[in-house]
């Protein structure tokens, strides 16, 4: 990208940003797999976003259930471990509870945390990997070690650790997620701000003496977004692998409320009499985890310029 | 070895301390955040709930707990350095016995794993770049971005359900036949142990019970190693070297395999730690369905139980494993790739 380039984004940007929405838009669903990606996102966000406010609202009960093919909540012994049929589409578990329903129940809230975890990692990243690159010197060395070095452990470990420490409560988990999440965030906004920090129209801003804040946010924040936006499209998929893993050992539940990961993990106990229980949730978050991918995986191809169009 | 490589590779040790350092001062910090005073701390360090006050005072003692805190700091670095992770209540051990038992377990089908996805990785990767937009190339992609974007609990579900209790080729749970009288325990790995003994039947027992927990490994992280391969072996193919290879007349299928495969491997040395570290993590879900018990099962115990020193330990360990093996493969790439030296 050009020097003249950034500028005029810079000064077109308000007016244009609809259009570049729905062109970037445009070009992801002329790809037949992301097209397909885009579905399961919109899908999923969408159910998410309909049934989380019903479930914030009324909680286990009355509307919050109402849009479920059965109570996720009532016991029903008789048709304990179903296996799936016109009734019970996923079959029911151990205690006769229908298993799509407390799927459908257990899925805004992956919504939620991944949207959570990867929003404050952006911004968490955001903010010490622009300090990082735009300070330089000691600073930069000193905060690039510390995410070396939470990078190059297995992050699963570390959550896990870090969710013990704040007593494995659902608040703990987000927390420790966003502990582990920030730093590869900083890493794109250091590079970004690195390449950026000495062009035209960021070292006139320094001149006109535009307030730190605003040569923060709408100067480097701004113009480092893009290879993080394709980033975090793919990302919102991990941190639902890593909630569910830690939900599959037990961390983070909050019971009555259902998880995905850990309807698995009740289910692998009854594995070899009832596989529905544990594969179903399992295949949900496969199928999730997958649309985000496809998304990410396009929108780098789009980010980096690799598509013609 | 001239002095470059050889400044070359203290460099990289330091660094590798510096990172187990920030760790470890990390951890510390978070602790005392979360505990801030002696009597909280020591509780903490108990790993019980319902320790009594005369329990938690020795171990305040102990640890010097009411210390100033910069000396607690300087203690609890010199403690990991030393191999001190502290006292696992839960199992009345200390901790890093019972990770010196767990540990060989876990990285015995962990390693085993690895060693399968890099060639399953670098022949999948090889034959996708050799059929480059061919359906073979988009078939190796799907099926690498399923594996990956698969939570390990499905992966080994499945393989558990369909081969050990639909086909009953394998057994579903365990390490070993607990029939079997285990040999002494002389290498700390149980399969070298066997072999060392001579004992083929329990060895036999013990690969059998390792087979899937292996497989789940292998499938979970050789996509890491086909993409890398796959785009590497793009990059050689359109080289000059790689060209003049083809001109000569060399078969195709050898040029690909043996000359632009070779020199493909390379770049892996890190992706391999890479998988790796994600490897160990996925291990813990992994031993929880095969009933394995390494660090897996350690550390689920530990989360069960609230055991702060056992999960804090386990995880500084692997921390350790993990950064030695980040180590390994840098000194490794630079001796490979002078390139990296110059740096």
Known sequence: MTEGNVTASITERKPKRQSRVLSYLKIMVKDPSAALGLVIVVAFLGWSVIQGILEFLFGTSGPAIALLPHNPFQYNLVVGLHPPDSTYLLGTNANGEDILSRMLYAMPRDAYISIIVVLSGVLLGGLFGIIAGYRGGYIDEVIMRITDAFLSLPALILVIALSVLFHETLGGVILALVIVWWPIYARFFRAQTLRIKNLDFVQAAKLSNVSFLKLFFSYLFINSIDPVVAYAALDFGNVILTYSTLAFLGIGLEPPIPELGSMASNGVGTLPTGWWYAVFPGLAILIIVIGFVLVGDRMQDIVSNRINY | ?343
């Open chain 2, 1 to 343: 070895m001239d002095s470059r490589t050889i400044a070359f590779i203290i460099r990289r040790v330091i660094y590798a301390i510096f990172t187990l350092l920030i760790l470890i001062v990390f951890i510390f910090t978070l602790i005392h955040i979360i505990a801030p005073n002696p009597l909280a701390l020591a509780r903490l360090y108990a790993g019980n709930p319902h320790a009594s006050q005369s329990e938690l005072i020795g171990i305040e003692k102990k640890y010097g707990l009411n210390l100033p805190i910069y000396d607690q700091v300087i203690n609890y670095i010199k403690d990991v350095f030393t191999g001190n992770l502290g006292y696992d209540y839960l199992h009345d051990q200390p901790v890093l016995k019972l990770i010196s038992e767990y540990l060989p377990i876990t990285l015995e089908f962990v390693l085993t794993g690895i060693v399968l996805s890099v060639i399953i990785g670098l022949f999948t990767g090889a034959y996708a770049a050799a059929r480059r937009r061919k359906p073979a190339d988009y078939t190796i992609k799907g099926i690498y971005l399923a594996t990956w974007s698969m939570p390990t609990f499905l992966l080994a579900a499945v393989l558990q359900l369909y081969i050990a209790y639909d086909l009953k080729l394998l057994p579903a749970t365990g390490m070993v036949d607990p029939t079997l009288k285990p040999p002494p325990n002389v290498l700390a790995f149980p399969l070298l142990n066997a072999i060392y003994a001579h004992d083929w039947i329990y060895a036999s027992s013990v690969i059998h019970h390792m087979i899937l927990p292996t497989l789940s490994v292998a499938l979970l992280s050789f996509g890491v190693i086909t993409r890398l391969t796959r785009s590497t072996m793009l990059d050689i193919m359109d080289m000059d070297y790689f060209r003049l290879t083809i001109m000569k007349g060399i078969p195709r299928r050898h040029a690909v395999y043996h000359v632009a495969l070779r020199n493909a491997a390379i770049p892996l040395v890190t992706y391999i730690v890479l998988a790796f570290a994600y490897a160990m993590g996925g291990a813990v879900v992994i031993e929880d369905i095969f009933s394995y018990h390494g660090m897996g099962y350690y550390i689920v115990q530990a989360v069960y139980n609230l055991d702060y020193p056992g999960i804090l330990g386990t995880t500084i360990i692997i921390a350790v494993a993990v950064i030695v093996a980040n180590l390994v493969a840098d000194i490794l790439y630079g001796i490979l790739d002078p390139r990296v030296r110059l740096e």
